[in-house]
């Protein structure tokens, strides 16, 4: 039975027109409840960026109807961030609502593996390199956002899930009093920035810091906490983004890739990303509200428009931009004079690094930059002294969530999937612990449930940004020198991070579910927590952080930590605990994780558009490009695995992936959700293995 598809409406474009609504009024007249705060709310969210819209999100979806939650977010719309890669924890999650590739891949970008190249300081031009697969697309796609869609299209989910949105609302954090107990939090709301409407106190029983770095109620409870030695600055810009790349000269360049490029001072981001900036909010809504529809009715990929046509209909702007940065530690020593390398802080300490590696100065050749991309005073920006945590993460009525808990480094991609762990735990344990308040007999035994239900998620939290703080140092320690990047930090990330013992995602067949989700994640935090790897992490920053970072780490050294690292492979390999595909993953290394410099094969699972250049999913079924429609054979959408699969192998991993959520299987023809084989994939499975 063929899905019906949805009709392209303007519902938001007309409403905006004919009230002269603001951005703020057409995303609030989306609530269920309408725009006008309520009187009462079981909780109450303080921040509409990704982490209080996950927990928003995830509580909703948890337990439908079980609590009422209120979202307040100060701005009059989703504004810019930096963060635009993600990791598969975060697209299971998105899976579970019944977002997948072909809806998500129309406003994202492919992000399909990471790729690092680790530069030789003492020798220009010399470099090892390391890239691991993400998830096929048969099962899973992975993405490269911009934030301001993210955040746009979490609203639109959050509010169709009952969640309510408001944004141009601000709480007022000095009014606000917080005491814990059913409905005892009082909420104070300031008056409205873009529609005047008088202040007004909100009643709830819990209130949730999502302010993010700001950390505007956890901050009131507990000051800052900085770890000891070096701490990391940022400084980024945008840039255009070619369609050749062939002129990349790092060897086996890939622009799905999330690329890095490391050095002993810190490392570059090089992220290719759609931006829609310009475009006007009600029109992205409408866009946004069609996919949903799309995705709800399971229309499959080349019944789609592609997201040029998209931006055609709904009167969009669209364009493909580069985001690059540098994450740098902040013990380095600049020069006295840096006026040579641009006009500002950002710029200077950018450029510093441009032309103090060859390889690098070579590279951004290709690149333009764009002028404020993203409104006035944005070419540059830098933000200083990412790495902190929040000693306190909850109390009598509150708790924090996401980037309030604590943030460590951009590398790894931590802030959105490692603490959106954070997220969905505390939006568990908050059903819990109110079911548990308003069935005591008194105030005092509601609070003391609460209290012993976030008692793990307190300790969560207390372990989680520490270790991901070890994982950031050991893998800085690694960019001392070449061989350690390729051979040890490296390959640890994805031993710990991809192989964990008992939590491996290929497992369950790369489907989650509310009922394990959250186990997942919170056993996931990049592998950085198993023992194994606790053990290399800590023997390398014990050897190689007390030497200065202008010295060159002595050859004996970096002899002891390889050899150490090899030692606890070898173990943990021989353990049969971290069994995976590792050969076809990775580039340079075999099924037992033996590094083999000659070994640069590895599975393939995108390929570029021949029109557009966009990098598509390899997918036999998807014949038509996302990006512009172009379309391409069904032999061009085929994986290639390498070394190759055995037809039954594949033809058991197609069967996997047409796991469909929930939310969607009852879409599906009854015949069809019957079978876990489903006929669309069936006919593909011997063609899949070449």
């Not at 058991?652 to 069809?672: H, W």
């Amino acid at each position: 039975m063929s899905a019906i598809a949805p009709t392209p409406k303007k519902t938001f474009t007309e409403r905006a027109a004919a009230g002269r609504l603001n951005d703020a009024q057409i995303l609030n007249s989306n609530n269920v409840d309408g725009a006008e705060l309520p009187a009462s709310s079981d909780v109450v969210v303080a921040g509409g960026g990704i982490h209080g819209l996950i927990y928003a999100i995830h509580s909703s979806k948890f337990k439908p109807g079980n609590l009422k939650i209120s979202l307040i977010e100060k701005n009059s719309k989703p504004g810019y961030k930096i963060g635009e890669s993600t990791l598969p924890l975060f697209s299971l999650w998105c899976k579970m609502l019944g977002l997948t590739g072909e809806y998500l891949l129309r406003i994202f970008g492919l992000k399909d593996g990471l790729a690092f190249n680790f530069l030789d300081r003492e020798n220009q031009g010399e470099y090892t390199d390391f890239c691991s697969n993400g998830t096929p697309g048969l099962f899973l796609s992975g993405f490269q956002m911009e934030r301001t869609m993210s955040e746009l299209l979490f609203t639109l989910v959050a509010q169709r899930s009952g969640v309510n949105v408001f944004h141009g609302k601000q709480v007022d954090f000095a009014a606000t009093k917080i005491s814990g107990g059913v409905e005892r939090n009082q909420v104070e709301i300031q008056k409205g920035k873009f529609d005047e409407e008088p202040a007004k106190a909100i009643d709830s029983s819990l209130f949730v810091d999502a302010t993010g770095r700001f950390r505007q109620f956890a901050s009131k409870n507990a000051p800052i906490h900085r770890f000891e030695g070096w701490n990391y600055d940022a400084t980024w810009a945008y840039f255009n983004c070619p369609k050749d790349e062939s002129n990349m000269k790092f060897r086996h360049w890939e622009g799905h890739n999330t690329n890095h490029l490391c050095f002993p001072e810190g490392w570059a981001w090089v992220i290719r990303v759609p931006t829609w900036e310009g475009s006007p909010v009600a029109g992205l809504m409408d866009m946004m509200t069609y996919l949903l529809d799309c995705a709800e009715a399971a229309i499959p990929n080349d019944q789609i428009p592609s997201s040029e046509e998209l931006a055609e209909m709904f009167g969009l702007k669209l364009r493909w931009v580069t985001s690059i940065g540098m994450a740098l530690r902040n013990d380095v020593k600049y020069p006295e004079d840096m006026s040579a390398y641009g006009t500002k802080e950002a710029e200077r300490k950018f450029y510093y690094f441009v032309e103090k590696y060859d390889l690098i100065k070579e590279f951004m050749g290709n690149f333009e930059i764009i002028e404020n991309l993203y409104g006035p005073n944005t070419t540059w920006i830098i933000r200083k002294s990412l790495t902190y945590q929040s000693p306190v993460v909850s109390g009598k009525g509150w708790l924090a969530i996401g980037d309030a808990v604590g943030f460590t480094n951009p590398l790894h991609s931590p802030g959105i999937t490692a603490n959106m762990a954070t997220s969905v735990y505390a939006a568990e344990l908050t059903h819990h612990a109110l079911d548990a308040a308003k069935n005591a007999k008194d105030a005092e035994a509601g609070e003391l449930a609460v209290r012993e239900t976030f008692a793990p998620y307190d300790d969560f939290a207390k372990r989680l940004v520490p270790a991901l703080n070890q994982m950031n140092r050991f893998n800085y320690c690694c960019f001392r020198d070449p061989r350690l990047g390729a051979e040890v930090s490296a390959l640890w990330q994805y031993m710990g991070g991809v192989g964990t013992p008992g939590w491996q995602l290929i497992r369950q067949n790369y489907n989650l579910t509310f009922e394990n989700y959250k186990d997942h994640s919170i056993n996931w935090a990049w592998g950085c927590m198993i023992p194994e790897y606790d053990a290399v992490a800590k023997k390398t920053i014990e050897l190689i952080a007390p030497i200065p970072l202008d010295e060159v780490v002595p050859d004996a050294t970096v002899r002891e930590v390889i050899d150490f690292s090899n030692k606890v492979k070898k173990e943990a390999v021989d353990s049969n605990r971290f069994n995976f595909r590792w050969d076809g993953l990775l580039r340079y290394y075999d099924i037992f994780l033996n590094y083999d410099k000659k070994k640069t094969s590895k599975d393939k699972f995108a390929r570029q558009c021949k029109k557009c250049s966009s990098w598509l999913v390899l997918r036999p079924d998807w014949t038509k490009c996302y990006t512009c429609g172009n379309e391409r054979t069904r032999e061009e959408g085929i994986i290639t695995w390498d070394p190759p699969l055995a037809a039954e192998e594949v033809k058991a991993l197609v069967a996997a992936s047409d796991a469909k959520p929930a939310t969607r299987q009852e879409k599906k023809d009854p015949a069809v959700a019957e079978d876990p084989v489903a006929p669309a994939f069936t006919p593909l499975s011997q063609e899949l293995c070449v």
